[in-house]
């Protein structure tokens, strides 16, 4: 943990602390004339102690971080969440530690309030705080490339060639000469990481230099783990089974697919308590639209879990006969085929929810890869590889893609977005979903990605 860190977990304790003790003298004093518990500094210290360490749990104490704002609002709602789960179970277990509901429950708010101001207060005052230092190794082509990458979440210091054409070609950033020791650069440029970008590595890496600078608390990265921490992709030209042999992810605990399907049948019922009114008045005014002649909803045939195909339900947004050939086509920005309640429909995304039965049927899921049409997942998994990996787990409604990319027309657009689904496939947990949900509230309300 960087100092910075060290001292912002500090300040962090301390406004956990101030909050429980005004919590309970509100509590007390103010709703019942007295106080009739004192917190003392033990319970005080177990508060400060178990908020912090929930915190830490969550991430919130890293500079590796790459969700942005949103990302650290999650986390700090989750750290609070998890804190006051273990906070009433040791006031269950240990009474005299008296942390009321109203108590837990004013410490929260007041502990939100605070410590979201304060990041907010850190970053302004000093961004560099949550970023990392970066030096790049290797070509200057790759160099520029992980440049571009670089989404303002990190300080790359400087670019080191390995070869003398390197040092002819300027990449973007500045040249460190390579004249004294790996671990010395560095040490001396404060460098929290180093990035490979070798195109070619036989004779060009220093495996030594390279396992001392690993043994002195130095990261060391491949250009593919770069891009998937970076930009939440996982690069098809760079992607080698041996990689993914090696890297950590593709774990399918139990326990995540059953809270993952209880949310799903409870969110389910929820929204078709909830939300009857709108897909009720949607089915009218696409029914008044067609002439009272055709029906409101659109069934298609999408390849599910495991390749099963399976009836996905949609409102319908194109006319009847848009596919009169029996050609299978993208849908493409501006599409002539789409009605014009259809055009709203699909840029508020009114037209997925009657896939909600699809998610209560077990067939789809909130969060997960689009589902793909057979004629295109045929054609794309002859072409590519990796593309039928997208169907180890269940579609979803909405998923990393499709927050993370533009919408897609072309095939190209299919492969940028099989990048997306490769790291949500690797990397999917019970935070990313809640992380994605969240986004693509945003999605909705801005209509990014849409048609």
């Given amino acids: 943990m960087r100092v910075p860190f060290i001292f912002l977990a500090g300040i962090e304790s301390i406004i956990f602390a101030v909050s429980f003790h005004a919590a309970v003298h509100i509590r007390w004093w103010f709703l019942d004339g007295e106080a009739t518990l004192e917190p003392t500094i033990l319970f005080t210290l177990i508060v400060a102690f178990v908020f912090v360490l929930t915190m830490a749990a969550t991430g919130l104490y890293e500079a590796s971080l790459r969700e942005g704002l949103t990302g650290s609002l999650v986390r700090i709602a989750l750290s609070f969440f998890l804190g006051s789960i273990l906070l009433s179970a040791l006031s269950f277990l240990f009474p005299p530690l008296g942390l009321w509901r109203s108590i837990l429950s004013l410490t929260i708010l007041f502990s939100f309030i605070l410590v979201v101001l304060l990041r907010l207060a850190f970053f302004r005052a000093n961004p560099s705080i949550f970023k990392r230092r970066a030096l790049v190794l290797g070509d200057s082509p790759l160099a520029d490339q992980l440049m571009i990458a670089n989404q303002k979440r990190l300080d790359i210091v400087g670019f080191i060639p390995t070869a003398l054409d390197d ?49 002195c608390g130095i990261q060391v990265l491949e250009q593919q783990d770069f891009f998937e921490r970076e930009l939440g992709v996982l690069k098809l030209d760079l992607l080698t089974p041996s990689w993914l042999i090696h890297s950590d992810g593709f774990q399918n605990h139990l326990l995540t697919t059953l809270i993952k399907r209880f949310f799903d049948i409870l969110f389910s019922l929820i929204f078709i308590i909830v939300l009857w009114p709108v897909m009720l008045l949607t089915a009218a005014l696409i029914f008044i639209e067609s002439g009272f002649r055709h029906s409101v909803l659109y069934r298609q045939v999408r390849v599910g879990e495991n390749g099963e195909p399976f009836s996905v339900i949609k409102f319908r947004s194109m006319r009847v006969n848009a596919e009169a050939d029996g050609k299978a086509r993208w849908a493409t920005t501006n599409d002539p085929r789409i009605t014009y309640i259809g055009r709203f429909i699909r840029k508020t995304r009114i037209d997925e929810l009657p896939q909600i039965f699809n998610i209560l049927k077990g067939e789809m899921s909130f969060v997960g890869p689009r589902p793909e049409r057979p004629e295109f997942v045929v054609d794309l998994t002859r072409k590519y590889e990796h593309y039928a990996t997208r169907h180890r787990l269940k579609p979803g409604l909405t998923g990393w893609a499709q927050i993370s990319y533009p919408y897609g027309s072309t095939e190209e657009d299919a492969l940028r977005k099989l990048e997306y689904d490769l790291y949500y496939i690797k990397n999917h947990s019970t935070f990313l979903d809640l992380l994605i949900l969240v986004e693509t509230v945003e999605v909705v309300l801005f209509g990014k990605g849409a048609v």
């Fill in 167 to 215: 040092q002819k070609t300027q990449p973007n950033m500045p040249i460190i000469p390579y004249n004294k020791p790996l671990v010395q650069i560095a040490v001396e440029y404060h460098v929290d990481e180093i990035v490979l970008a070798l195109k070619d590595r036989r004779g060009k890496l220093p495996i030594t230099e390279l396992l001392e600078c690993r043994m």
